[in-house]
């Protein structure tokens, strides 16, 4: 801490020199570049001044601002797919410059496999970042040929999932718990459609993904593992616009139009599963009435007031059925307002005040038509923001950031209600509160032609509060549930029960060793005040989040990064190997046979430990050409410590995966004809099995008789995808196109395991099998039919 102290203390008396040197800089040139076909802002075009040698790039808003001496200069604007755009200034007065760039022509030698700025992974301070272009996640094979950005992100290096149908994602050693999943700045609590299989981003409706992992800047905070910022499109501002897509499994539909003579637009995108509606005329008479859909509804207006005033807002609903009698559901719902205001040349705003409410529900009945036997449970968890942005671009080689954060959260772990024999009984829990605020500053600096640092440190304080009762523990033995103390301490409405408050330092530095070389490191300790309770091989849909308390501590991670950064072949290849080692304390874990599902007294079955997560990532991308791609080798350890637990040594955690190999590749073959490909291979993750078995009363049961925890691998993981696009030749409507596209999920019929599990022999009770359980055990063809207009 005294390090980062000191270091934040040397970027103030940096920026205090700058703007002594910058004195005279009286002049700014500022504006926003946009897509010319769409009007939508462009996030990090690189604006180059050639002959001061200096440049910037835009924000997520496509904005951006440089202050230079009096003069004449050149400003070049460049990003990869799109022509460059070289445009003089004399600067006598500031000025405002908005300029649209326009795709590059699509001949086969200019194919990109991603639209950002030149050089972005060498001259960046950014490390730990992966972003993946929506083109790029398009062609992509995906399962049952649905563009997913989960399942896109999973190729990427230190990102792994624990099987097929689990949820989520796991990133350098944290659970699916410890990503903060953003649509346009809403927490996304589930991410996952159909358990895990499709994500809830329509592809039609994404502007941007980009994924944190390491050196997370001082603007986020609330998760310790990964930030990953899906934003929206804001409509196209030129033209109206419908695509969609009709595929196997569901179809889709969105539609952009312009209003307001172009100051605003608008977007509505929709998407519903049908596999119910299919299935129905081939099942029985007792599946008759089971349900299994998904769908959603995302939408976004923006409206530009005038040069300085840009209002967004955006909602986000989906939803998840499954199941007949006995069945469940959850869903997502966000709603996003934002202010964009330019307070000057210099200092840009956004404001961001969001709602984010994430249910599930499990029902079940019998004798449904007078109620006699019926069991209702449902479960939320709502969080509201205000969240104020500040940027001021002090002088070219200094960005200042700085802003703040207001969260309340409002937990239902439980409202449900039994019904047997017609007596009912209401076995809800009471609702938890809590709130949680963050200040914070960063300066992103360059300190010379090679040398660039981003420092930043943040302070978040969080308040359990009332009303509820607090119950003390009793510890009876190490590793065992623990058993609460009566009576209960009572707290009123908004009295605090526990707070926390916690310092966040962030830091990154980048050493150019040439233009085409970097090396980078980067530190970062993150804090967060809310847990997901999951006892399961893999988190589901009903697991429980809850807040921080007394006796639940909040979640720290302290990271170090160090990596390697390498351009060849003017941008046509990139490479890079980054290091990290990752702390972890008051980790959550659990008694044998916890009851996490409302029960009053949770507390008491959870235990608490530390973790480590180290590792290194090898990556090569080819961004140019015929054959576009990448390959990615994580080769990595993820582990815990937990009194009571293994012997009170270090154990792998569930997800720990040592190895983890993905190639992509993407073969442009003609102008309407494109092939493409991705391998998957993975060590097979942790589980528990059994030591020795002992014979009791005709049975054998498998015993753990030395305590280990997760002492075994199942099987190693692989799996080869196949996908070819053929875009149509005429014109859809005379003015739209459409392409079909073939894909193949699976295509060496690998029965890949999601667990193996010991259980006895049906025919025989006195002997033990292995269980190998696999989620999808065959290849799946798909045909998916895409239209534009």
């Given at each position: 801490?005294?390090?980062?102290?000191?270091?934040?203390?040397?970027?103030?008396?940096?920026?205090?020199?700058?703007?002594?040197?910058?004195?005279?800089?009286?002049?700014?040139?500022?504006?926003?570049?946009?897509?010319?076909?769409?009007?939508?802002?462009?996030?990090?075009?690189?604006?180059?001044?050639?002959?001061?040698?200096?440049?910037?790039?835009?924000?997520?808003?496509?904005?951006?601002?440089?202050?230079?001496?009096?003069?004449?200069?050149?400003?070049?604007?460049?990003?990869?797919?799109?022509?460059?755009?070289?445009?003089?200034?004399?600067?006598?007065?500031?000025?405002?410059?908005?300029?649209?760039?326009?795709?590059?022509?699509?001949?086969?030698?200019?194919?990109?496999?991603?639209?950002?700025?030149?050089?972005?992974?060498?001259?960046?301070?950014?490390?730990?970042?992966?972003?993946?272009?929506?083109?790029?996640?398009?062609?992509?094979?995906?399962?049952?040929?649905?563009?997913?950005?989960?399942?896109?992100?999973?190729?990427?290096?230190?990102?792994?999932?624990?099987?097929?149908?689990?949820?989520?994602?796991?990133?350098?050693?944290?659970?699916?718990?410890?990503?903060?999943?953003?649509?346009?700045?809403?927490?996304?609590?589930?991410?996952?459609?159909?358990?895990?299989?499709?994500?809830?981003?329509?592809?039609?409706?994404?502007?941007?993904?980009?994924?944190?992992?390491?050196?997370?800047?001082?603007?986020?905070?609330?998760?310790?593992?990964?930030?990953?910022?899906?934003?929206?499109?804001?409509?196209?501002?030129?033209?109206?616009?419908?695509?969609?897509?009709?595929?196997?499994?569901?179809?889709?539909?969105?539609?952009?139009?312009?209003?307001?003579?172009?100051?605003?637009?608008?977007?509505?995108?929709?998407?519903?599963?049908?596999?119910?509606?299919?299935?129905?005329?081939?099942?029985?008479?007792?599946?008759?009435?089971?349900?299994?859909?998904?769908?959603?509804?995302?939408?976004?207006?923006?409206?530009?007031?005038?040069?300085?005033?840009?209002?967004?807002?955006?909602?986000?609903?989906?939803?998840?059925?499954?199941?007949?009698?006995?069945?469940?559901?959850?869903?997502?719902?966000?709603?996003?307002?934002?202010?964009?205001?330019?307070?000057?040349?210099?200092?840009?705003?956004?404001?961001?005040?969001?709602?984010?409410?994430?249910?599930?529900?499990?029902?079940?009945?019998?004798?449904?038509?007078?109620?006699?036997?019926?069991?209702?449970?449902?479960?939320?968890?709502?969080?509201?923001?205000?969240?104020?942005?500040?940027?001021?671009?002090?002088?070219?080689?200094?960005?200042?950031?700085?802003?703040?954060?207001?969260?309340?959260?409002?937990?239902?772990?439980?409202?449900?209600?039994?019904?047997?024999?017609?007596?009912?009984?209401?076995?809800?829990?009471?609702?938890?509160?809590?709130?949680?605020?963050?200040?914070?500053?960063?300066?992103?600096?360059?300190?010379?032609?090679?040398?660039?640092?981003?420092?930043?440190?943040?302070?978040?304080?969080?308040?359990?509060?009332?009303?509820?009762?607090?119950?003390?523990?009793?510890?009876?033995?190490?590793?065992?549930?623990?058993?609460?103390?009566?009576?209960?301490?009572?707290?009123?409405?908004?009295?605090?029960?526990a707070s926390y408050g916690n310092w966040e330092p962030r830091f990154a530095m980048n050493l150019g060793l040439n233009s085409r070389t970097s090396l980078k490191a980067s530190y970062n300790r993150t804090t967060q005040y809310l847990h997901l309770l999951s006892n399961t091989a893999a988190s589901s849909p009903l697991d429980v989040w809850t807040l921080s308390t007394a006796r639940i501590k909040p979640e720290i991670a302290d990271q170090v990064a160090l990596g390697w950064f390498q351009n060849f072949r003017d941008n046509t290849y990139e490479a890079s190997v980054e290091v990290y080692y990752k702390s972890l304390q008051n980790q959550i874990d659990y008694v044998r046979n916890s009851d996490l599902l409302l029960n009053q007294f949770v507390e008491g079955d959870l235990l608490f430990g530390k973790g480590r997560a180290f590792g290194a990532e090898f990556y090569v991308k080819k961004n140019k050409g015929r054959l576009t791609g990448w390959l990615s080798y994580t080769l990595a350890r993820t582990e815990r410590l937990v009194e009571g637990v293994n012997n009170d040594g270090w154990f792998p955690a569930r997800f720990d995966k040592p190895h983890n190999f993905t190639a992509v590749g993407i073969y442009n073959l003609t102008e309407r004809f494109t092939l493409s490909s991705n391998f998957t291979f993975a060590s097979g993750t942790p589980a528990t099995f059994p030591t020795n078995r002992f014979e009791w009363n005709g049975w054998a049961l498998p015993h753990n008789v030395y305590n280990a925890r997760n002492n075994n691998r199942i099987p190693a993981y692989h799996r080869l995808d196949l996908a070819a696009t053929l875009k149509?030749?005429?014109?859809?409507?005379?003015?739209?196109?459409?392409?079909?596209?073939?894909?193949?999920?699976?295509?060496?019929?690998?029965?890949?395991?999601?667990?193996?599990?010991?259980?006895?022999?049906?025919?025989?009770?006195?002997?033990?099998?292995?269980?190998?359980?696999?989620?999808?055990?065959?290849?799946?063809?798909?045909?998916?039919?895409?239209?534009?207009?």
């Amino acid at each position: 801490m005294k390090i980062i102290l000191r270091l934040l203390i040397l970027g103030v008396v940096g920026l205090m020199s700058s703007a002594e040197v910058y004195a005279q800089a009286k002049f700014t040139v500022s504006g926003y570049a946009k897509d010319r076909s769409n009007g939508e802002g462009l996030i990090g075009v690189s604006v180059y001044v050639r002959e001061a040698n200096t440049g910037v790039v835009t924000n997520p808003y496509g904005f951006y601002s440089i202050t230079l001496p009096e003069g004449s200069y050149t400003l070049v604007f460049s990003y990869i797919g799109y022509e460059k755009s070289t445009n003089s200034v004399s600067l006598n007065s500031d000025q405002k410059l908005d300029i649209e760039l326009a795709e590059e022509g699509r001949q086969l030698q200019e194919v990109v496999v991603s639209t950002r700025k030149e050089d972005e992974n060498v001259r960046s301070i950014e490390m730990s970042v992966n972003k993946v272009d929506i083109k790029t996640i398009r062609k992509i094979p995906a399962l049952l040929g649905e563009v997913d950005v989960i399942r896109s992100i999973q190729l990427l290096p230190g990102v792994t999932t624990v099987g097929e149908g689990a949820s989520g994602f796991n990133v350098r050693g944290g659970d699916v718990s410890q990503n903060l999943v953003l649509l346009d700045e809403a927490p996304v609590y589930n991410s996952s459609h159909l358990f895990g299989f499709f994500s809830v981003f329509n592809p039609d409706a994404v502007k941007d993904v980009k994924l944190i992992k390491g050196g997370i800047p001082a603007q986020y905070g609330g998760r310790i593992s990964s930030i990953l910022d899906v934003r929206m499109k804001e409509g196209n501002t030129k033209k109206r616009e419908i695509n969609g897509g009709i595929g196997s499994i569901f179809s889709r539909l969105t539609y952009e139009q312009p209003f307001a003579e172009g100051d605003g637009s608008f977007i509505v995108a929709a998407r519903r599963s049908y596999i119910d509606v299919l299935a129905k005329p081939f099942l029985n008479k007792d599946l008759r009435n089971s349900r299994f859909s998904f769908y959603d509804l995302t939408a976004k207006v923006n409206y530009r007031l005038n040069d300085k005033n840009t209002f967004f807002a955006s909602g986000y609903f989906g939803r998840d059925v499954f199941g007949a009698d006995f069945g469940f559901g959850w869903g997502n719902g966000t709603a996003t307002a934002r202010w964009n205001h330019i307070f000057s040349n210099k200092l840009f705003l956004n404001l961001t005040a969001y709602y984010s409410n994430y249910d599930y529900s499990l029902e079940s009945s019998r004798n449904d038509d007078d109620a006699q036997d019926k069991f209702e449970w449902n479960s939320k968890i709502i969080s509201s923001s205000v969240k104020p942005d500040f940027t001021y671009y002090l002088t070219p080689n200094n960005q200042l950031s700085f802003g703040g954060q207001y969260i309340y959260y409002d937990t239902r772990p439980g409202s449900a209600v039994a019904i047997s024999s017609g007596e009912r009984r209401d076995i809800s829990l009471e609702s938890r509160y809590g709130d949680e605020s963050a200040l914070y500053i960063a300066n992103e600096q360059k300190v010379s032609e090679r040398i660039s640092l981003q420092y930043g440190l943040r302070y978040s304080f969080y308040r359990n509060l009332g009303p509820g009762t607090v119950f003390d523990y009793q510890e009876v033995q190490k590793g065992e549930r623990q058993v609460p103390q009566f009576p209960g301490t009572d707290y009123e409405d908004g009295e605090t029960i526990a707070s926390y408050g916690n310092w966040e330092p962030r830091f990154a530095m980048n050493l150019g060793l040439n233009s085409r070389t970097s090396l980078k490191a980067s530190y970062n300790r993150t804090t967060q005040y809310l847990h997901l309770l999951s006892n399961t091989a893999a988190s589901s849909p009903l697991d429980v989040w809850t807040l921080s308390t007394a006796r639940i501590k909040p979640e720290i991670a302290d990271q170090v990064a160090l990596g390697w950064f390498q351009n060849f072949r003017d941008n046509t290849y990139e490479a890079s190997v980054e290091v990290y080692y990752k702390s972890l304390q008051n980790q959550i874990d659990y008694v044998r046979n916890s009851d996490l599902l409302l029960n009053q007294f949770v507390e008491g079955d959870l235990l608490f430990g530390k973790g480590r997560a180290f590792g290194a990532e090898f990556y090569v991308k080819k961004n140019k050409g015929r054959l576009t791609g990448w390959l990615s080798y994580t080769l990595a350890r993820t582990e815990r410590l937990v009194e009571g637990v293994n012997n009170d040594g270090w154990f792998p955690a569930r997800f720990d995966k040592p190895h983890n190999f993905t190639a992509v590749g993407i073969y442009n073959l003609t102008e309407r004809f494109t092939l493409s490909s991705n391998f998957t291979f993975a060590s097979g993750t942790p589980a528990t099995f059994p030591t020795n078995r002992f014979e009791w009363n005709g049975w054998a049961l498998p015993h753990n008789v030395y305590n280990a925890r997760n002492n075994n691998r199942i099987p190693a993981y692989h799996r080869l995808d196949l996908a070819a696009t053929l875009k149509a030749r005429k014109k859809l409507f005379k003015t739209g196109e459409s392409e079909w596209v073939f894909s193949v999920y699976n295509a060496y019929n690998r029965r890949n395991p999601y667990s193996v599990y010991v259980q006895q022999n049906e025919n025989n009770p006195l002997l033990t099998e292995a269980i190998r359980f696999s989620v999808i055990g065959s290849f799946i063809p798909a045909i998916t039919y895409n239209f534009k207009f």
